[in-house]
T-cell receptor, first 115, second 116 residues
Framework: DAGVTQSPTHLIKTRGQQVTLRCSPKSGHDTVSWYQQALGQGPQFIFQYYEEEERQRGNFPDRFSGHQFPNYSSELNVNALLLGDSALYLC??????????????FGDGTRLSIL | AQSVSQHNHHVILSEAASLELGCNYSYGGTVNLFWYVQYPGQHLQLLLKYFSGDPLVKGIKGFEAEFIKSKFSFNLRKPSVQWSDTAEYFCAVNLPGYSSASKIIFGSGTRLSIRP
């Protein structure tokens, strides 16, 4: 049973560039959330996708955008990269259900470094 | 806004010592509470969760946590730690009533180092 997979593992970009990160959810899951984890910090919620729509969003600028495909996989796009965007980007998946609180399964993350 | 505080940034213990990691959250209503663990080089894994019922929750690998509503706390405990418990531990909350997997608010984490 494949867990959450993310690609690429590592990425180096320069300021002003654009980047796309990819995530395949755990088999059977339909909801994908993205988090940014800066060094020494806990993950910060970016946004969540379900049924190919953004359902919730954290306190991140519009430079951060995403997409969910019919097969539930997802992309995170970041435009006009800043040095402060350097972080580990985590994807988490779960199955939509009533009541909330469904545990999320996390991928290994993409380490993004901005030079 | 909801927040999660983990006051211990780095804890160093010897094997067989008892562990308690503190976690406090700020939200007046009903919450779901989690502890996640990140072992070196691995992804975040769910250690245990509290939704309702018995406030003493048992998780994997001998960990447990106690929800004390009056103190807005959800401290993680283990009676006797092992070297393999060396990891980063994150306390997290989300609010029930939203759709599944609504955003999780994480604390800043506590790094646990176990001396062999």
């Amino acid at each position: 049973d494949a867990g959450v997979t993310q690609s690429p593992t590592h990425l180096i970009k320069t300021r002003g560039q654009q980047v796309t990160l990819r995530c395949s959810p755990k088999s059977g899951h339909d909801t994908v959330s993205w988090y940014q984890q800066a060094l020494g910090q806990g993950p910060q919620f970016i946004f969540q996708y379900y049924e190919e729509e953004e359902r919730q969003r954290g306190n991140f600028p519009d430079r951060f955008s995403g997409h969910q495909f019919p097969n539930y996989s997802s992309e995170l796009n970041v435009n006009a990269l800043l040095l402060g965007d350097s972080a580990l980007y985590l994807c988490a998946s779960s199955l939509k259900g009533a009541g909330g609180g469904q545990p999320q399964h996390f991928g290994d993350g993409t380490r993004l470094s901005i030079l | 806004a909801q927040s999660v505080s983990q006051h211990n940034h780095h804890v160093i213990l010897s094997e067989a010592a008892s562990l308690e990691l503190g976690c406090n959250y700020s939200y007046g209503g009903t919450v779901n509470l989690f502890w996640y663990v990140q072992y070196p080089g691995q992804h975040l894994q769910l250690l245990l969760k509290y939704f309702s019922g018995d406030p003493l929750v048992k998780g994997i690998k001998g960990f447990e946590a106690e929800f004390i509503k009056s103190k807005f706390s959800f401290n993680l405990r283990k009676p006797s730690v092992q070297w393999s418990d060396t990891a980063e531990y994150f306390c997290a909350v989300n609010l029930p009533g939203y759709s599944s997997a609504s955003k999780i608010i994480f604390g800043s984490g506590t790094r646990l180092s176990i001396r062999p």
